[in-house]
């Protein structure tokens, strides 16, 4: 494994970001970074400046995207783990922070969607959906708290950032979407909560709700499903990976005295 120094032991002109690397000297965590958002905003986020640990279940993706990140001169560190189990939520937080002696950006984005009718659902797949999307988003924001509450107060921006990813449907019911709804709906409740206890210590809780994006995620659900989604989105000129990751950069790189709490970013086409 990569060994790197503490990052508060390192030469001060690392920590003079320029305005194209405004997070240089900061440490940041992207859960849910194999593929899709998570991948496309550690990559984002590491172009940035920023010192990245890529978490997720795929060790062989997280290994490929740590070398495309350090082989471009950034600094990396792949942990595989569920975070639906807390212990290993917990454990990733103490990797970046072990590994890299601090955790300035906590990006929760690990999530499944599941479609279909509630009548006669197969609860398995409530299950995972809570599990995954909420659950492990609130175990990944419990261990990471108080590294950036520690960063906020004595970090080199004085400001921390914690984003939630979540989704239009934590906003709106579709028809067939409702335990997918349920999970991100929570999300945002518990987003709301975190702003107002972290707020005025400069730890910054901001919720992304993208649209429709084109990423695994789809392929996930029933051949059912997979048909329908098809239909719905084949004439439409979906959200890519990078232009989640684009706005999540947006929310991080504000000044400290400016919160974006929350952005909604759809598809020009999409209607709902």
């Known amino acids: 494994m990569t060994s790197y120094p503490d990052t508060a032991d390192l030469a001060p002109e690392t920590h003079r970001a320029s305005a194209l690397r405004p997070l240089a000297g900061t440490v940041a965590l ?38 495309t990140i350090e082989g471009t001169g950034g600094r990396a560190l792949a942990v595989t783990a569920d975070i639906t189990d807390e212990r290993q939520a917990d454990a990733t937080v103490a990797r970046a922070v072990e590994t890299f002696g601090r955790l300035d950006v906590v990006v929760a984005n690990a999530g499944v969607m599941l479609l279909g009718p509630l009548a006669g659902a197969d609860t398995t797949e409530w299950r995972r959906m809570i599990e995954l999307n909420t659950l492990g988003l609130m175990y990944t924001a419990h261990a990471a708290v108080p590294h950036l509450l520690d960063s906020a107060a004595h970090g080199p921006r004085q400001v921390a950032d914690l984003v939630l990813v979540s989704s239009t449907a934590g906003r709106q019911v579709r028809d067939g979407s409702g335990a997918y709804n349920a999970s991100k709906y929570a999300v945002t409740a ?37 048909q329908r989604m098809r239909e719905r989105y084949s004439t439409m000129e979906r959200l890519t990976p990078a232009d989640v990751a684009d706005a ?25």
């Open 30 to 67: 992207v859960t849910g970074a194999s593929s899709g958002i998570g991948e496309g905003t550690a990559l984002a986020l590491a172009a940035l400046g920023a010192s990245v640990t890529v978490a997720a279940r795929r060790t062989g993706r997280l290994d490929a995207l740590v070398e």
């Open 190 to 226: 518990f987003g709301e909560a975190l702003r107002r206890e972290l707020t005025r210590r400069h730890v910054r809780t901001s919720l992304v709700e993208p649209g429709a994006v084109e990423t695994e995620l789809p392929e996930h659900n029933r051949p059912e499903i997979q």
């Open 248 to 272: 999540i950069a947006f929310v991080v790189t504000r000044p400290r005295h400016t919160a974006v709490n929350e952005i909604l970013i759809r598809p020009t086409e999409q209607q709902d």
